[in-house]
């Protein structure tokens, strides 16, 4: 399923990892995300269905529901009419860390590389809905794309709820790092949500639809991108009227140097190092253990691109001896939250954020 209709769609990386038995999806090995701005051929993709048909002279995208004016727009429309702004923001599958989960759960069994960070330049939605003018009683954005599963039902339809859809960082997105938004990435159109689970940065946008409730679209109901409000143990039969849409990440972090399994030697310096972010309250202060998580001290925290990008973390390390060594970090946010040493179980397996551990041997 490897699009054929558009020469910038998949410049991957070949090192990435294929997730194979389903639609195209792909994640990035931790030591190949050691950039503060993640290149476009090493950020994960995280496809739902096929890979839609998408002609941008043609593209059009609707505005209508819950509107006083409902609006049919081109990209042109879009660029000339409305203000461009540029959101770095991490972009996190909600799913990732997933693999780690004992009981294991169902779904695309990610590592801990279905994430990334990247500059995002399109126009506010708020501004769009500005100009179709919301009608009294609209809570809620309902996202629609042309991509369907393998038996033709909507691939995903996800939306957000109003003060989201209104709120400043949130984007009608047509570029990625300065480039036309790739395919692969949802191009032409894509919603940008910061803090929010990538599930919420709908692909291949033609379709804006204002509601008076909740969207009830593919992947919004059931026990989809949702998580429990009261502890479910792994056996329990869930009851999804007790589990709640994800709106916002939780704070999190990732050693992209060294990588898991490297060979250092004893005396020379090696800076351990990667990123921390979170969803609504923002990161505060990464920890650092090499002895797998029995003592910490506190690492270098650099300031992110912005308040929605990752920040660069840094460790002066010289192990001393030989041996293997366990490295772990852990972040904190600013309401005192850290991310838990192991993994907190929910059946679907979203918002891991159990702490990352690194095998490294010194020799
Ligand atoms: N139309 C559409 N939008 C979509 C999806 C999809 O399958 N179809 N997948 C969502 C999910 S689950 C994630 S994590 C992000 C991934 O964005 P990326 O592929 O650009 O990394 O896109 C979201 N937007
Ligand atoms: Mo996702």
């Given at each position: 399923m490897i ?8 410049r991957t990386?070949?090192?990435?990892i294929?997730h ?5 999806n ?14 476009i ?58 693999s ?9 069994l990610?590592?801990?590389g ?5 500059r ?6 708020r ?18 794309s ?17 003060a989201?859809?209104?709120?400043p960082?949130?984007?009608i ?14 191009g032409?159109l894509?919603?940008?949500a ?8 709908q692909?291949?946008?033609a ?11 593919a ?8 998580l429990?409000?009261?502890p ?5 039969t ?6 709640a849409?994800?709106e916002?990440?939780?704070v999190?972090?990732l ?12 005396g ?8 921390a972010?979170s ?8 920890h650092?253990s090499?002895d797998g998580?029995t003592?910490?001290?506190?690492a ?18 010289t192990?001393?001896?030989?041996g ?6 852990r ?7 850290v991310?838990p040493?192991d ?9 891991n ?6 095998g490294?041997?010194?020799?």
């Amino acid at each position: 399923m490897i699009p054929t209709d558009a020469p910038d769609t998949l410049r991957t990386d070949p090192d990435l990892i294929v997730h194979g038995g389903g639609p195209y999806n792909v994640e990035t090995p931790p030591h190949l995300l050691d950039d503060p701005i993640t290149p476009i051929g090493r950020f994960f993709v995280r496809n739902n269905g096929d890979w839609p048909a998408v002609d941008r002279a043609t593209w059009r995208l609707a505005v209508d529901g819950l509107v006083e004016r409902p609006l049919s727009l081109s990209l042109d429309d879009l660029e000339r009419r409305f203000e461009a702004v540029t959101v770095t923001s991490v972009l996190e599958c909600a799913g990732n860390g997933r693999s780690y989960l004992e009981p294991a759960v169902e779904g695309v069994l990610w590592g801990y590389g279905a994430v990334g960070c990247a500059r995002f330049t399109g126009v506010r939605m708020r501004d769009v809905l500005e100009v179709a003018g919301l009608k009294e009683g609209a809570v809620y954005t309902a996202h629609h794309s042309p991509d369907r599963t393998e038996t033709g039902k909507v691939a995903l339809s996800r939306g957000l709820p109003i003060a989201k859809a209104l709120a400043p960082e949130t984007l009608i997105a047509f570029a990625m790092n300065g480039e036309p938004l790739p395919l692969a990435h949802g191009g032409p159109l894509r919603v940008v949500a910061p803090g929010f689970p990538g599930s919420a940065w709908q692909k291949w946008l033609a379709r804006l639809e204002i509601r008076d409730r909740e969207h009830d679209g593919a992947k919004m109901t059931g026990l989809d991108y949702r998580l429990p409000t009261a502890p479910v143990r792994p056996g329990e039969t869930p009851d999804p009227a007790l589990f709640a849409v994800i709106e916002d990440m939780p704070v999190k972090s990732l050693v992209s140097h060294p990588a898991d399994g490297a060979r250092l030697r004893a005396g020379e310096p090696c800076e351990i190092r990667g990123f921390a972010w979170s969803g609504r309250v923002p990161v505060e202060r990464v920890h650092v253990s090499t002895d797998g998580g029995t003592t910490w001290a506190m690492a270098e925290l650099e300031p992110g691109e912005g308040p929605h990008a990752w920040r660069r973390f840094r460790f002066a390390w010289t192990p001393d001896h030989a041996g293997p060594f366990t490295l772990v970090a852990r972040a904190g946010d600013a309401s005192g939250r850290v991310q838990p040493l192991d993994q907190t179980w929910n059946p679907r397996g979203y918002c891991n954020n159990g702490c990352q551990r690194v095998g490294v041997t010194v020799g």
